[in-house]
């Protein structure tokens, strides 16, 4: 089981970035998924999620703003990052969900700095 | 949504002594999960379902608890130990994760 994020970087306040997790060596489809961030020096805050049927559910500090999404046939998770605040500088993981409801396998992070 | 209150914040061991970190629920849970992490690194789940091991995890960590309170155990703790350990709850989302505790080995 591999998760890879991709996409983060440098972003102005108000700005966009769509950030990507590649999975492999599992049936991805069968899978919920979430999307956790951490910022500097902090703990775990919980993001989004999105069940293997494509339902999502958002913390209430980025519902409106970001949107989870994934691709099955490409095996790749999404999280739409749009109107950015400086408080949502993190490093931003993705998790695959069990049905016991832990993250078994955590990709290695993606950093989105928001700062103008 | 249940609020997850871990303590102590930070502690520090010497190897060989016997470690309790606890988490309170806001709200009674069915169960409870623990990760471990190290600086740098992604979070790995260490307990499962208040009890349960993590593959790999030494059998000197142990967990329980029911309802609203729960611990995490290490018994003659190692220097490896030293991490930071989070709760989680997962009775639906929202997830909810402890603030965590640093727990340093002197």
């Known amino acids: 089981v591999q998760l890879v994020e991709s996409g983060g970087g440098l972003v102005q306040p108000g700005k966009s970035l769509k950030l990507s997790c590649s999975a492999s060596?599992?049936?991805?489809?069968?899978?919920?998924m979430h999307w956790i961030r951490q910022a500097p020096g902090k703990g775990l805050d919980w993001v989004a999620y999105?069940?293997?049927?494509?339902?999502?559910v958002y913390a209430d500090a980025v519902k409106g703003r970001f949107t989870i999404s994934r691709d099955n046939a490409k095996n790749t998770l999404y999280l739409q990052l749009n109107s950015l605040k400086s408080e949502d500088t993190a490093i931003y993981y993705c998790?695959?969900?069990?049905?016991?409801?832990?993250?078994?396998?955590w990709g290695q992070g993606v950093m989105v700095t928001v700062s103008s | 949504e249940i609020v997850l209150t871990q303590s102590p914040t930070t502690m520090a061991a010497s190897p060989g002594e016997k470690v309790t970190i606890t988490c309170h629920a806001s709200s009674s849970v069915s169960y409870m999960h623990w990760y471990q992490q190290k600086p740098g690194a992604s979070p790995k789940p260490w307990i499962y379902?208040?009890?349960t091991l993590a593959s790999g995890v030494p059998d000197r960590f142990s967990g329980s608890g029911s309802g609203t309170s729960y611990s995490l155990t290490i018994n003659n703790v190692e220097a490896e130990d030293a991490a930071t350990y989070y709760c989680q709850q997962w009775n639906y989302p929202p997830i909810t994760f402890g603030s965590g505790t640093k727990l340093e080995i002197k």
């Open positions: 998790a695959r969900w069990t049905t016991e409801g832990i993250g078994d396998y």
């Open positions: 379902a208040t009890s």
């Open positions: 060596g599992f049936t991805f489809s069968s899978y919920g």
């Open positions: 999105i069940s293997s049927s494509s339902g999502t």
